[in-house]
């Protein structure tokens, strides 16, 4: 393909991030899980060829499942320091604070739902 071939929407009504955004922790977990599987089957279709490159995106859902679930003593792994140590500067930030200290994301959170409510 010579050239980018899609859209990205964001904000939109019935977009995917806007359906996302919208809170419903039932719907976020299965959608984390599915994501997980989707990944796990892809790796093994594909004999392992892409497992680096996809142990970031399943990590990053692993992250997220967690906290969604608030199985915050699972973020103490070592597994998620090495994903940790894959950012650097501000772009280490949000990972950061979703591992080390998940209390305070999920205040964050809060008020940011409050405050775009």
Not at 50 to 69: N, T, W
């Amino acid at each position: 393909m010579p050239e980018v071939m899609s859209v990205y929407r964001y904000e939109v009504e019935g977009s995917a991030t806007t359906i996302w955004n919208e809170g419903d922790v039932e719907r976020d977990v299965k959608r984390h899980e599915e994501f997980i599987r989707f990944i796990n089957l892809f790796d093994a279709y594909t004999d392992g060829k892409y497992h680096q490159e996809l142990e970031l995106s399943r990590i990053s859902f692993e992250v997220g499942l967690h906290r969604l679930k608030g199985e915050y003593d699972a973020l103490r792994s070592t597994r998620y320091d090495a994903y940790l140590n894959r950012f650097v500067g501000i772009d280490r930030i949000r990972p950061y604070l979703m591992i080390k200290q998940p209390h305070l994301t999920e205040w964050l959170i809060k008020v940011r739902n409050r405050a775009f409510a």
